[in-house]
């Protein structure tokens, strides 16, 4: 299994730190932002969210980020190779599967995707036809157009108009809330 292994990851991996340099090493720390406080959950939004198999997801992203064992999420990261895109651990190889991150982050693998186009060219368009406006153009600085966020809206720009769904509204205005929160 050795001949598996790339001497080139080794250079900077934990493991090999800690076996070879002889070096001592915190646990990794996980940063904690817990729940949006900006971007609250309105309950208007779940006819919709249901509709994408989300709604699982979001109930357990909503609530907080959940507590994390630091030194298990160190030796994993210790153990992890990217070569053989596994763990290697003292008893056997482990890979983490599709099934796995489905039952960890309660998304569905079933079904059809969510996903639309991905390519950054004409992301204002298809924001307009998702919700009938997008982010003003970047002002135009020396003749020469500057676009800081070359693939998606600005989370500042989301706040200001999407941070609080109207109660007494239609359900385009409802449907278009639920957009932008996911």
């Known amino acids: 299994m050795v001949w598996l292994l ?17 070096m001592k090493l915190i646990p990794l720390t996980i940063p904690s932002r817990g729940a949006s406080i900006v971007m609250s959950y309105d309950e208007l939004y779940t006819p919709y969210i249901e ?8 109930q357990l992203v909503s609530r907080s980020t ?22 290697h651990l003292r008893t056997r190889e482990m890979t983490l ?4 991150f489905s039952m960890i982050t309660a998304l569905s693998i079933e079904g059809k995707h969510v996903c639309m186009s991905t390519d950054s060219e004409g992301w204002r368009q298809q924001m307009k036809v998702l919700i009938g406006m997008s982010p003003p153009e970047p002002e135009v600085e020396d003749g020469e157009k500057k676009d800081r966020v070359p693939a998606g809206a600005p989370f500042t720009w989301i706040v200001a108009n999407f941070a609080h769904c109207p109660q007494d509204t239609n359900d385009d205005v409802i449907q278009t809330y ?3 929160y996911m």
Do not use: C, G
């Open 97 to 100: 599967t599709l099934q796995d």
């Open 6 to 22: 790339n001497d080139a990851y080794d250079v900077e991996h934990r493991a090999y730190l800690m076996s070879e340099k002889r």
């Open 66 to 87: 959940p507590n994390l064992n630091a030194a298990a999420i160190s030796a994993l990261t210790d153990r992890w190779r990217p070569e053989t895109h596994s763990f």
């Open 51 to 58: 509709m994408t198999w989300l709604l699982p997801f979001i």
């Open 178 to 180: 639920s957009r932008m």
